[in-house]
């Protein structure tokens, strides 16, 4: 056994627990000696490093070999120190003389001055041996300190403030790994405070002149631009624009601050570089912090302006998650021609609009902008020639040619609608060759509901149906869904898929610079008559709240006189309060109802809710109506006194005011205790966010870390740096994530680009075609175009394009035959019209019209769809590690923290959110709330589930027993068991007391203290204790504590099961009655899938390694995948499901799950300065220097640690250049004759 001694610096190495007959062996041989009669102490076992340094001497090659010691073991103790020069430990001077010194410096110190100290008592021999001893020892304790400061010593030992050693320079965040090496202070920086300029475009950023006069670039002199460069030389440093200083291809410089800045610029010739102020058009990257993700640097273009702020469109908000409430962000300015060439191409505003984690549009529309369009496109909104014509210029600042469309209303006047103002934006003239078709449902569109079964579609009452068809907008008010952020089919996406970027972000330009100026001139503002309630209002909602408040009531007299009826897998308090809880939150949303109702059109916040720009119907309703329950912890406010919330209330009231309901508005103010429980609510948000963060932002560090080196190669695999393939194909289909049309991460939305090409590629004369026509040419197109396709197009695609097609002709076939084209009740009429009998040929050209399709349309939409195809191929070279770790560790900072209940069962909490992504990453051995959903196979009986839960469910004796009592007698003494065979009956357990009297003889513990068990009769067990007599009562109350634990039926390792009833669609509903399921809570996978009457192919477990454990790593990665998905949808995150499988399939690759954490990444191979980079960073480096490994400087970390390109990206490929070779010289001669 080997442990560190406490009291000085070296090793105990005990070995008087061996049981090889070392001791006795010892004793023998020195039984002569006098010191044989004195006891073996620790103190005899201490290792001293002079001790080890002889033991390390004397081995031999081979076993150096087998322990995989690089070298000799013996240059492990140091018997020379290494002094460091001066560079590496800098004094710092003070104002006076004296001079602080390096910690290291003073460590060097105490070094020299121990071992002046031990030399000198060593000569003088002054000491006894053992105290020679205590020198050694501080001199040892000193050296060690040297090295690592953290090493525990004596306190005696200990001296003055705690001084950094070697080690502690290497670790941490403020280490060299850290600090200094992956990540550097860097030059032509700046930072200051951000504010809006909606006349920008999206892809430029405003600089104040002050910082440009200070940053400079560096241009070479051209024949070009030498004019240009000599007037900034005469300029100087101090006028705009100028330049700072010049280089001279000698390698000399000059800084332009004196009066012979003319000479200079007249002799300025090609080869000079000028370092010159930024001038408009200059390349310059823009970071905000924190950047989660890679938006939040980008690159703009600059425009130097007065004033002192950095100034951007509001559109591009999103990506760096800013506002301008104080925000400050930093800009820097690439110093070569490669660096802002690759800046503008990769990292250029108009090439990051979408966002990786799922394609959604994130550059888009905010606040005002939306607040004016759909102003601007209601309705009721006409224009005549002069204002249109003005909004029309505000544009484009009046700079371009626009034709104005034909206007809406002809007499008594011209006048043109707000919607005729938005075809203009998107095509000004007949030459823009932009044509949108799009049709999308606003927020306020009307859905269908029991009287009116049919689409409203654009007859919409709110005007909620959005309808472009050929860059005309039809019908729809416009709002958020449209414009702004986080939809795959708005406008500016439909833009950048059908054209390009350049399309979508002039349209954003002209739509920030038309808002601006029409909001200004229109005004939009908010007041305190805005949230004054009506007397209606007040009327209603009083109703509303009293008509709450009597429910509450008579459920509390319900739970007091013990007539609730109990929820599944509830008890009494959770079901009261889980329906309270229910009932109040349906009553805040009823007073919001009202409230909304009776609200003006021209409400200012109710138009900002109703077009997306911001807040909800819920902050409407607070403000005027009723603020609600407040929740602490996912339920309404706990007791802070004894038996009450606040001494304000009687003892155990349930009541909703005691609880923490607060029925007044903000408008109406709030009472003492109401405002202080929704202070509590506050809190905790507060709390939770700072808790949060710091969770979030290190699970983002360690997915980085993990993921970084993975990237798409050639063949299409994803390798990782040491060229280990974690996936044959990228997401199972090699395609981007960042460019997918559909939802889901399905790669073309096809219904619309359907629409898109029968609206751009008219019928005009050409037939259209009989459904069985389209059939026959859909199989004959694919198959044209199936040798070109078979390496690109994946089995699915083909599928999901050809079955689109079918289902396009089915359409067909049933609007022939008046089936679906036509209301039921009407179809009578119908056959009386003449000319309409049967299918007519008019009936047949009304639905060729409505849903047909020529040949020609056939074939364009087909090449459209496997062109566009072919472009959503990922490109090798794709850092898709590091996307997808910001894919999921970005979604995190906007997750709550909180457990939620889970579905359909009120009691069983299971973890949520950011524990729970934690959880799953660590690949935890034990988890919160593991969780196993058994389907059953047969769902539709509700008893014969309730016999399956009593098969898995624990139960365990003191459940089914009546009584266990102890029984004495003058002849004997022993524990009596009756059952209770009624509730054994009830709950379907097939038991009985012989069954009970196997189990408790199987069970380990009793078994050792028994010695019989007697069964009475049907019910009855007596348990006879064997062993000592005098022990007798000790034994019988052991006993009668352990038998209430013994386990008669079920698995021992569940805690509880609940029978849940699925939900269910309508479709399913109406097929038969409710089905159920199972939900298992704690492990024990197999025996669940074992158990009789449960369908084990469909019974799933969220924990992961019990998953691993009997299912296999296949399993496991599928389980991972499902999971994370899961708890991202469930707060409403979409993720692409490809990052999600990179992630198991890092996680699963080695055959075992490994988590991302220090010990999984451990063991993914990972490179050493990697490691060191991440975590533990001494551990490493030591044990990397014993093995003597070598790092090969291949994955991104060491790179950027040694300051080499990265193998990724644009960095995986080398580009060779064919030159000719020279022609030989020859060096002789010439010949004389030729």
């Not at 400061?149 to 403030?161: A, E, F, H, T, W």
């Not at 349930?654 to 007044?664: D, E, L, S």
């Not at 409710?1074 to 449960?1094: H, R």
Request: with cysteine; net charge positive; glycine share 8%.
């Amino acid at each position: 056994m080997v442990k560190k001694a406490g009291s000085v610096v070296g090793i105990i190495h005990d070995r008087s627990k061996l049981i090889d007959g070392y001791l006795e062996e010892c004793k023998s041989a020195i039984g002569h000696t006098r010191e044989a009669r004195a006891p073996i102490g620790l103190a005899t076992y201490i290792l001293n490093p002079v001790r080890v340094l002889s033991l390390f001497q004397r081995m031999v090659e081979e076993d150096c070999e087998l322990l995989y010691l690089q070298g000799r073991p013996e240059k492990l103790i140091i018997t020379t120190i290494a002094v460091p020069p001066i560079s590496i430990r800098p004094s710092v001077f003070t104002e006076g003389s004296q001079s602080n010194e390096n910690d290291i410096t003073e460590r060097l110190k105490q070094i020299i001055q121990f071992n002046a100290k031990l030399r000198l008592e060593l000569l003088e021999g002054r000491r006894t041996g053992i105290k020679y001893l205590i020198g050694w020892d501080e001199l040892q304790a000193v050296v060690t300190l040297y090295i690592n400061s953290d090493v525990r010593i004596p306190l005696d030992m200990q001296v003055g403030r705690p001084l950094s050693g070697f080690v502690q320079r290497l670790t941490g965040k403020q280490g060299r790994f850290r600090q200094n090496l992956a990540g550097k202070r860097v030059e032509f920086t700046g930072r200051t405070v951000i504010s809006p300029d909606p006349n920008l475009k999206i892809t430029e950023v405003a600089i104040p002149i002050h910082m440009a006069r200070i940053l400079t670039y560096p241009e070479r002199v051209t024949h070009h631009n030498i004019e240009k460069l000599r007037q900034c030389v005469n300029n100087g440093s101090y006028k705009y624009p100028g330049a700072r200083m010049v280089t001279y291809p000698d390698g000399s410089s000059k800084m332009l601050t004196g009066n012979y800045r003319k000479r200079i610029a007249e002799e300025l010739k090609s080869g000079c570089i000028v370092h010159r102020h930024l001038e408009d058009g200059d390349v310059v990257l823009f970071n905000r912090q924190p950047s989660l993700h890679r938006m939040s640097i980008m690159c703009h273009r600059a425009r130097i302006m007065p004033w002192r702020t950095l100034r951007f469109n509001e559109s591009v908000c999103n990506p760096y998650n800013a506002d301008f409430d104080g925000d400050e962000m930093n800009m820097h300015v690439p110093q070569t021609e490669e660096a802002r060439t690759e800046a503008f191409l990769l990292m250029g505003v108009q090439n990051n609009l979408c966002t990786p984690k799922n394609g959604e549009i994130l550059v888009a529309s905010t606040q005002d902008f939306l607040t004016s369009s759909f102003l601007i496109t209601r309705k009721d909104t006409f224009y005549d020639r002069a204002a249109f014509s003005l909004m029309c210029s505000y544009m484009n600042d009046g700079m371009d040619l626009v034709d104005l469309p034909t206007p809406s209303v002809l007499k008594p006047i011209e006048l043109w609608t707000g919607k005729q103002l938005f075809s203009v934006l998107l095509r000004p003239h007949a030459n823009v060759r932009v044509y949108v078709n799009l049709i999308l449902k606003e927020k306020n569109y009307s859905r269908p509901n029991k009287e009116h079964k049919k689409e409203r579609e654009t007859m919409c009452p709110n005007d909620g149906y959005v309808y472009f068809r050929n860059s005309e907008l039809i019908s729809g008010q416009l709002g958020k869904a449209t414009l702004g952020n986080g939809n795959k089919d708005g406008l500016y996406s439909i833009l950048l898929r059908d054209y390009n970027a350049y399309a979508a972000a002039t349209c954003m330009n002209r739509l920030a610079k038309l808002s601006a100026r029409w909001i200004g001139n229109h005004g939009f503002s908010i007041g305190i008559d805005d949230v004054q309630p009506g007397k209606k209002l007040i009327d209603e909602k009083g109703k509303t709240i009293s008509n709450g408040y009597r429910h509450c009531n008579k459920l509390i007299a319900d739970y007091n006189g013990g007539r609730l009826a109990l929820k599944s897998g509830c008890d009494a308090t959770q079901t009261l309060e889980t329906e309270i809880t229910e009932r109040l939150n349906k009553l805040r949303e009823e007073a919001g109802d009202v409230c909304m109702k009776e609200l003006h059109w021209r409400n200012s916040p109710l138009i900002m809710s109703q077009c997306g720009s911001k807040g909800s119907p819920i902050n409407i309703s607070q403000m005027i109506a009723c603020v609600g329950q407040q929740s602490v912890g996912g339920s309404r406010a706990p007791d802070g006194f004894i038996d009450r919330s606040l001494p304000h209330f009687p003892r155990k009231s349930k009541t909703p005011a005691a609880k923490g309901f607060v029925a007044n508005s903000f408008y109406s103010g709030l009472s003492a205790t109401e405002f202080f429980f929704h202070t509590m609510g506050g809190r905790e948000g507060l709390v939770d966010t700072a808790v949060k963060t710091a969770d979030t932002g290190y699970m983002a560090r360690r997915l980085s870390k993990g993921l970084e080196d993975l990237c798409v190669q050639y063949d299409n695999t994803v390798q990782d740096a040491g060229g280990g393939i974690v996936q044959f194909l990228y997401g199972d289909d090699g395609l981007d994530p960042a460019i997918m049309e559909g939802k889901a991460g399905v790669p073309l939305n096809f219904d619309r680009l359907f629409m898109k090409v029968k609206a751009t590629c008219g019928a005009e004369e050409d037939e259209y075609l009989s459904p069985s026509d389209i059939s026959n040419i859909v199989q004959s197109l694919l198959l044209k175009h199936n040798g070109t396709l078979d390496g690109i197009c994946s089995e699915s695609f083909r599928k999901s394009l050809s079955s689109f097609l079918g289902d396009q002709a089915k359409r067909l076939e049933c609007l022939m035959k008046l089936v679906d084209g036509v209301e039921v009740e009407n179809f009578e009429n119908i056959k009386n019209v003449e000319g309409l009998t049967g299918i007519s040929k008019n009936t047949e050209k009304i639905a060729q019209k409505v849903s047909g399709i020529t040949e020609k349309q056939l074939e364009v939409f087909l090449k459209t769809c496997l062109d566009r195809y072919v472009w959503k191929r990922i490109e090798p070279g794709t850092a898709i590690g590091a996307i997808g770790a910001q894919s999921i560790g970005e979604p995190g900072t906007q997750m709550t923290l909180k457990t939620f209940h889970f579905a359909g069962v009120a009691s069983m909490n299971i973890t949520q959110g950011v524990p729970r992504i934690k959880e799953i990453i660590n690949g935890a051995k034990r988890i919160s709330t593991p969780i196993i959903t058994v389907e059953l196979e047969h769902n539709s009986n509700v008893n014969a589930a309730r016999i399956i839960k009593g098969r898995i469910q624990k139960t365990v004796l003191g459940q089914v027993a009546k009584s266990i009592k102890i029984v004495m007698t003058s002849r004997s003494a022993s524990v009596k068991v009756t059952l209770d065979m009624k509730t054994i009956r009830e709950a379907q357990l097939s038991l009985d007391a012989n069954i009970v009297r196997e189990l408790i003889l199987e069970t380990p513990k009793i078994k050792r203290k028994l010695q019989r068990i007697n069964v009475l009769e049907d019910g009855k067990l007596e348990v006879f204790p064997g062993g000592d007599r005098n022990k007798l009562h000790f034994e019988l109350h052991s006993l009668k504590n352990m038998l209430p634990a013994v386990v008669v039926k079920g698995i021992k390792t569940v805690e509880r099961v609940v029978i849940a009833q699925k939900k269910l669609d309508d479709a399913e509903n109406d097929q038969g009655g409710p089905k159920y399921n199972m939900f298992v809570e704690g492990m024990g996978l197999q025996a669940v899938m074992g158990t009789e009457g449960v369908d084990g192919r469909k019974t799933k477990s969220n924990h992961i390694i019990e998953v691993q454990e009997t299912l296999g790593i296949e399993a496991a990665r599928k389980c991972i995948i499902d999971e994370i998905k899961g708890t991202m949808e469930s707060h409403g995150m979409s993720i692409d499901i490809r990052h999600m499988m990179l992630l198991a399939d890092v996680m699963t690759s080695r055959g075992v799950v490994l988590g991302i954490t220090r010990f999984g990444i451990q063991k993914m191979d990972k490179s050493v300065l990697m490691l060191a980079s991440f975590e533990k960073t001494s551990d490493h480096l030591f044990n990397a220097s014993v093995k003597g490994k070598d790092d090969k400087i291949e994955g991104v970390s060491e790179c950027i640690i040694m300051g080499i390109p990265v193998a990724i990206g644009t960095g995986v490929l080398k580009i060779q250049q064919r030159v000719d070779p020279l022609p030989m010289l020859d060096y002789g001669l010439d010949p004389i004759i030729s």
